[in-house]
T-cell receptor, first 114, second 115 residues
Framework: GQQLNQSPQSMFIQEGEDVSMNCTSSSIFNTWLWYKQDPGEGPVLLIALYKAGELTSNGRLTAQFGITRKDSFLNISASIPSDVGIYFCAGQGVYGGSQGNLIFGKGTKLSVKP | EPEVTQTPSHQVTQMGQEVILRCVPISNHLYFYWYRQILGQKVEFLVSFYNNEISEKSEIFDDQFSVERPDGSNFTLKIRSTKLEDSAMYFC?????????????FGPGTRLTVT
């Protein structure tokens, strides 16, 4: 089935740094979504992307739907302590049977540098 | 802001017992989903539900699982005879539409522990 490769697996930030993470797939996706998950909680939707090439911002977050429809990135500018958490990309595929369910990446864990 | 709610937040059960996990989706949403997340792993799709029937299910969603919308607000996931490997966080999600309106909003989850 379709799979998403998310990188990096983890990263450490200092307050004020910019952060970048991405997701790639060997197959095409119709929709890309980015979620943040705090420990013990459900994923919270950050940004939704529907069109190849689309660039969308939500405050300090910016995400893009790759032109090839096989990748997406998420940038966080001027990070703050509450940005810590796990970020998941999720995609909706194009092929029959994938008309609603989301396929998730394995997540990028954002931590604060000691 | 409307949100998806789930109960209980934590359920402990013995192997072989039946459990029912409950969800109240966002009120004007029409599509409902269950996902699970084994500790430390990614979120995995189980089943989608629309117009009182299953739209799609994954290979994880075998005969031990069932879903139901017993009334106008609740959406439930039943596991008939739990196994140790069913221990996971179970998330309910809902969306207003599919396709271009595919923005799924997740509940806080139910942690299921099977002993």
């Amino acid at each position: 089935g379709q799979q998403l490769n998310q990188s990096p697996q983890s990263m450490f930030i200092q307050e004020g740094e910019d952060v970048s993470m991405n997701c790639t797939s060997s197959s095409i996706f119709n929709t890309w979504l980015w979620y943040k998950q705090d420990p013990g909680e459900g994923p919270v939707l950050l940004i939704a992307l529907y069109k190849a090439g689309e660039l969308t911002s939500n405050g300090r977050l910016t995400a893009q739907f790759g032109i090839t429809r096989k990748d997406s990135f998420l940038n966080i500018s001027a990070s703050i302590p509450s940005d810590v958490g796990i970020y998941f990309c999720a995609g909706q595929g194009v092929y029959g049977g994938s008309q609603g369910n989301l396929i998730f990446g394995k997540g990028t864990k954002l931590s604060v540098k000691p | 802001e409307p949100e998806v709610t789930q109960t209980p937040s934590h359920q402990v059960t013995q192997m072989g017992q039946e459990v029912i996990l409950r969800c109240v989706p966002i009120s004007n949403h029409l599509y409902f989903y269950w996902y699970r997340q084994i500790l430390g792993q990614k979120v995995e799709f189980l089943v989608s539900f629309y117009n009182n029937e299953i739209s799609e299910k994954s290979e994880i969603f075998d005969d031990q699982f069932s879903v139901e919308r017993p009334d106008g607000s609740n959406f439930t996931l039943k596991i008939r005879s739990t196994k140790l490997e069913d221990s996971a966080m179970y998330f309910c999600a809902s969306s207003e539409t599919r396709g271009r309106g595919l923005e799924q909003y997740f509940g806080p989850g139910t942690r299921l522990t099977v002993t």
